[in-house]
């Protein structure tokens, strides 16, 4: 499984840094999550890291 930014991004940037294989890059106008990339930080944290830090809860589970 995978995350999805929405649209609701604010481009704050709060989940780039917190991705820990590097699936988050910035968009044109939002960050996107790399759907192949994306582990969920199984392994790494005990949810996605991503979730946890997004203020205004943009990024989905798909």
């Known amino acids: 499984m995978a995350h999805r930014i929405t649209d609701e991004c604010t481009y704050c ?10 699936a ?17 930080c199984i392994g790494y944290h ?6 946890a830090v997004c203020p205004v809860d943009c990024i989905i589970k798909v």
């Open 46 to 51: 005990d949810e996605p890291a991503c979730v």
């Open 24 to 40: 988050i890059s910035a968009g044109d106008s939002i960050y996107v999550i790399d759907e192949n990339v994306c582990v969920d």
């Open 13 to 22: 940037a709060a989940c780039e840094p917190e991705c820990p294989v590097s």
